[in-house]
């Protein structure tokens, strides 16, 4: 039985977009279980890698409980590393996915800054004006200044503006910031929705890019433009200026994994050698030289001369992207020239969905 499904599952690639396809199980050419993957370069310190995103994973509920996502989500790991792709990014946590080696992963400082709070945060006066489709360039200078982030074509760039990403789900407003005339970055913005009666919302920032400064001086004016009781904006572990300005004015943040998603190496190997150039930096070429790094199924191993380190899958991703409360220790050598190498080079730097939300 589970061949006859494994035949009847379809591919579609999407027509409004190159990368995005869909792997479907028909039965009487409907799709009675479906699966989304969007496949994307990321470049982190320089280093190019890509990366499966997941999403949009759902079977018909007369159809359950017979692992016909299972098949699916199996078959896009299959499918993500034949294409190249070194990380499969899940949107989502339950059990499906952490059964095929999915795990929280990744770490973010979560701010939640209140109204009052706000106007601490005002050291320039920052101009906040709507996108409009003559300033996309613009946004694409500033997000190619980030040294953590998407490759985006300009026509990706237009067409995630009309997505839907995290938190919420819901169209954002796009914001310019300005100083004097100067423009000095972007952020998306999301509030979550008023019913009528109840008291104002929240707001997110799903995405920024740009002047660090001006991110925390827009704060303010956001407090100004919206009618929400707080607004939260998350920093990836690695945007230490953003993290240490807010910090500065007394602002308390909590840690946590990537919001909302699961991770799993699909291609160990790959993803190291494409990060030689970071890794050289961090040890050395005579170590890089020296280092190995193997994956056979759910079996990964990390060599250096003579010393060897093995674990499983859930936890070198742990290793390789680190998590909010530090459990990756648990897993890494404790001794020798291995495990001082692993920590200079672990965790890499990882991506925040942001507009590219799968």
Not at 123 to 147: G, H, R
Not at 277 to 303: C, H, M, W
């Amino acid at each position: 039985m589970e061949n006859d499904w494994l035949k009847r599952i379809k591919e579609t690639n999407s027509i409004v977009h190159d990368n995005i396809v869909s792997l479907d199980i028909l039965l009487d050419d409907n799709s009675i279980s479906h699966v989304g993957i969007r496949e994307r370069e990321i470049v982190v310190y320089g280093c190019r890698t890509k990366i499966g995103s997941i999403g949009g994973v759902a079977t018909k509920e007369e159809y359950r409980n017979h692992g016909l996502a299972t098949r699916l989500m199996e078959s896009s790991i299959r499918r993500i590393d034949e294409d190249e792709g070194d990380v499969m990014y899940v949107s989502g946590g339950r059990g499906l996915y952490r059964r095929l080696g999915c795990v929280d992963a990744g770490e973010v400082r979560e701010f939640i800054i209140s109204r009052s709070d706000s106007a601490i945060l005002r050291e320039q006066k920052i101009e906040l004006s709507p996108y409009k489709e003559n300033d996309i360039v613009k946004l694409v200078a500033a997000y190619q200044k980030e040294p953590v982030r998407f490759h985006r074509p300009l026509e990706n760039f237009k067409f995630n503006l009309r997505r839907h990403p995290v938190p919420l789900w819901i169209t954002p407003d796009v914001l310019l910031m300005e100083k004097d005339g100067e423009f000095l970055g972007y952020l998306v913005i999301q509030e979550s929705r008023k019913k009528e009666g109840r008291e104002p919302g929240h707001g997110y920032i799903s995405e920024y890019a740009g002047d660090r400064r001006a991110v925390v001086s827009a704060i303010p004016t956001l407090f100004e433009q919206y009618d929400f009781n707080d607004l939260t904006i998350w920093a990836p572990r690695h945007d230490t200026e953003l993290i240490q300005m807010l910090s500065e004015q007394g602002l308390k943040s909590r840690k946590s994994n990537l919001r909302g998603h699961t991770f799993k190496l699909t291609n160990f190997p790959r993803l190291m050698k494409r990060f030689r150039p970071y890794v050289e930096e961090r040890v050395g070429t005579k170590i890089a030289d020296s280092l190995e790094f193997k994956q056979v199924g759910d079996n990964f191993s990390i060599k250096l001369d003579d010393e060897q380190f093995s674990t499983d899958g859930v936890s070198a991703v742990l290793i390789v992207f680190g998590s909010c409360d530090g459990r990756e220790r648990e897993f890494m050598p404790k001794s020798g020239k291995i495990a001082e190498a692993l920590e200079v080079i672990f965790p890499l730097p990882f991506i925040w969905p942001g507009l590219d939300s799968c």
